[in-house]
C-alpha cells in the first residue's frame, strides 16, 4: 500500500482528492481520507501538546513527580519505595480477604493507594473530571502548549513542501541521536533484559484477541501514514522518472527498523522499572498514553539525573510527533489545493493558518478537564483502525480490480523503467482486500463498547463516537451513488465514464495538467 499510493501521487502529479479521477465513482475515498485527515490533525497533536508540558515540567532542578508533598497530591498518594513501610493487613468483607493500609493515619483499601507519577497525570496534567458528562474548564496550560505546537507545524509547513524537507532534517534526524543516548543508558540499567525479552518474545495466545489484530493494522497504517492521503501527496512532488520502487522499499525498511529501535529504548528502561519495584515487567508495561506519561516518567525517577533524562525523551516524542503531525498536514493540505487551485494556491499560507486554527479550536475540547475522555472517544472511532481498513480496502478495490492492476503496472513501467514483482499485484489484488475485510468483520462482531480505566461511556458518547467515525466512511458510498445518478446513459456507459475509463497513465496526466492551469 506504501508503494500504490507514493506511486499514484508520482504518476498523476497531483493529491489525494485528484488522483481519484484515475477511478471516478472512487473519488469519495479522497473525500473521507481528507475528513479523517482533519480528525487526525485534531487528536494526534494533543499528545505533543502533552509532551510540550512534560518537557517544560521537567526544566526545573527536579522532576514534579517525585514526590505526594504537592497541592495536586491526594491523602491516598504513596511513594513506590514507601509503600514497603506502609502498616498493613488483611479483612474479610463479604467472604472475600481485602488487603488494607494505614495511609496518612486513614485506613485504605491497598487498592485505592496512588503513587505521585499517576497523580501527576492525573490530577496535575489533565486535571481530570469524573466523566464525559462533565466537561469541565479549560487546561489554559495545555492550551498553551497545544497553541505552541500548532505554531511550530504551520511555520514548518507555510511554505510548501522544499521548506517542509529542510525541516525534515532536523525533526526525522536529531531524534535518533536521542534514540541512541537514551538506549546505550536504558541497557546498562539491571533488569533492562528482562524489559527487552518481554519486548521481543511472542506470546502465540494473543493471536485470538481481536484486539490485537485490530491494533496491529492500525499501528503499521498510522506508522506508514497510509489512507490519508499524505504518501500520495508527498509522492506528487517526486519528478516523474524517479525511481518510486526503490524509496518505497528504503522507507519501509527505515521506519520498521526505527519502530523496532525506539521499542528497545523504551522496554529495557521498563524492565529497570520492574527491577527495581519487584514486579513483572507486563504488570508495568502498558499501552496508549500511559506508556509515555506514566511508565517512563517513573523510570526516570530511578535515574541520576532525572531531569536530563526527562527532557530528552519528552524532547524526542515532541520531534518524533512533529514530523508525523506536519506530513498528516501536508497531505491535506495539497489535497484540497490542488482540488481548487486557481483560488486557494495564491492564497496558501493564509489557508494552511485558517485550517491550523479552526483545528486548534476543535482540539481544545480535548484539554478540558474532560477531554481525555473526547481523546479517547476519537482514538476509538472517528481515526480509529475501522475507518482506515474501510478506506484502504475501497482503495485497493479502485486501483486494481476497476483501473485495472496491469494498466496501473504498465504506468509504473513508465516512470522507473520496469516493472515491479508480480508480488505487489497480488497484495492488492488479493491480500490486502482480504485482510482489510477480514479484520473489519471479525471487529465487529467481537465490538466491545470503550471504556477508560473503569469509567463506561453513557449510550450518547458512544452515538457521538460513530457519527465522527462516519463522517468519513460514509463519504465513499455516498459519493458513488450521487456520481452514478448525476452521470447521464445507459449502465454500459456509465461504467466506461466513471467506473472503468479507457485513458491511458499518460492521458490523464495530460487533462489533469490543463484543468490545474
Not at 513506590?80 to 481485602?98: D, F, G, H, V
Not at 483560488?343 to 499560507?349: G, S, T, Y
Request: with cysteine.
Amino acid at each position: 500500500m506504501f508503494f500504490m499510493e507514493l506511486a499514484l501521487g508520482q504518476m498523476l502529479t497531483i493529491g489525494g482528492l485528484g488522483v481519484f479521477k484515475i477511478t471516478p465513482i472512487f473519488k469519495g475515498i479522497g473525500y473521507a481520507a481528507a475528513v479523517m485527515s482533519c480528525w487526525m490533525n485534531v487528536y494526534y497533536i494533543v499528545i505533543l501538546a502533552w509532551a510540550a508540558f512534560y518537557l517544560l515540567m521537567s526544566m526545573r532542578g527536579d522532576v514534579p513527580w517525585r514526590n505526594c508533598d504537592n497541592y495536586w497530591n491526594t491523602f491516598k498518594c504513596v511513594n513506590p519505595y514507601a509503600r514497603k513501610q506502609l502498616s498493613c493487613w488483611e479483612k474479610s468483607e463479604n467472604a472475600t480477604k481485602i488487603k488494607m493500609c494505614t495511609v496518612n493515619m486513614v485506613n485504605v483499601s491497598a487498592s485505592e493507594i496512588s503513587d505521585p507519577v499517576k497523580e501527576f497525570w492525573e490530577h496535575r496534567t489533565l486535571n481530570i473530571s469524573s466523566g464525559i458528562e462533565e466537561i469541565g474548564s479549560i487546561r489554559w496550560e495545555l492550551a498553551g502548549t497545544l497553541l505552541l505546537v500548532w505554531i511550530l507545524c504551520y511555520f514548518c509547513i507555510w511554505k510548501g513542501v522544499k521548506w517542509t524537507g529542510k525541516v525534515v532534517y532536523v525533526t526525522a534526524l536529531f531524534p535518533y541521536v536521542l534514540l541512541t543516548i537514551l538506549l546505550i543508558r536504558g541497557v546498562t540499567l539491571p533488569g533492562a533484559l528482562d524489559g527487552i525479552k518481554f519486548y521481543i518474545v511472542p506470546n502465540f495466545s494473543k493471536l485470538t484477541d481481536s484486539q490485537v489484530w485490530i491494533d496491529a493494522v492500525t499501528q503499521i497504517f498510522f506508522s506508514y501514514g497510509l489512507g490519508l492521503g499524505t504518501l500520495v501527496a508527498l509522492g506528487s512532488y517526486n519528478k516523474y522518472n524517479n525511481n518510486v520502487y526503490k524509496d518505497a522499499l528504503l522507507v519501509c525498511t527505515i521506519n520498521s527498523s526505527t519502530s523496532m529501535f525506539a521499542g528497545f529504548v523504551i522496554f529495557s528502561v521498563v524492565g529497570f522499572m520492574a527491577h527495581e519495584q519487584e514486579r513483572s515487567v507486563a504488570e508495568v508495561a502498558a499501552s496508549g498514553p500511559g506508556l509515555a506519561f506514566l511508565v517512563y516518567p517513573s523510570a526516570v525517577l530511578q535515574l541520576p539525573g532525572s531531569s536530563l533524562w526527562a527532557c530528552l525523551f519528552f524532547l524526542m516524542l515532541l520531534l518524533i510527533g512533529l514530523d508525523s503531525q506536519f506530513c498528516t498536514m501536508e497531505g491535506f493540505i495539497t489535497a484540497i489545493i490542488d482540488e481548487w487551485p486557481q483560488f486557494l494556491r495564491p492564497r496558501k499560507e493564509l489557508f494552511i493558518a485558517v485550517v491550523c486554527a479552526l483545528s486548534y479550536c476543535v482540539g481544545i475540547s480535548c484539554i478540558s478537564q474532560g477531554g481525555m475522555y473526547v481523546f479517547q472517544l476519537l482514538d476509538s472511532y472517528a481515526v480509529s483502525g475501522y475507518c482506515l481498513l474501510w478506506l484502504i480496502f475501497f482503495e485497493c478495490i479502485s486501483i486494481s480490480w476497476c483501473y485495472g492492476v496491469d494498466r496501473f503496472y504498465d504506468g509504473i513501467k513508465d516512470m522507473i523503467g520496469y516493472y515491479p514483482m508480480v508480488w505487489w499485484k497480488f497484495c492488492w489484488c488479493v491480500t490486502t482486500p482480504l485482510i482489510c475485510a477480514g479484520v473489519f468483520f471479525f471487529n465487529i462482531v467481537q465490538f466491545t463498547p470503550i471504556k477508560y480505566l473503569d469509567y463506561s461511556y453513557p449510550w450518547w458518547a458512544h452515538v457521538i463516537g460513530i457519527i465522527t467515525a462516519l463522517t468519513s466512511m460514509m463519504y465513499i458510498p455516498i459519493y458513488m451513488v450521487w456520481l452514478w445518478k448525476k452521470t447521464p446513459g445507459d449502465t454500459a456507459n456509465k461504467i466506461r465514464q466513471i467506473v472503468t475509463i479507457d485513458l491511458n497513465v499518460h492521458d490523464l496526466r495530460i487533462k489533469m495538467q490543463e484543468e490545474m492551469k
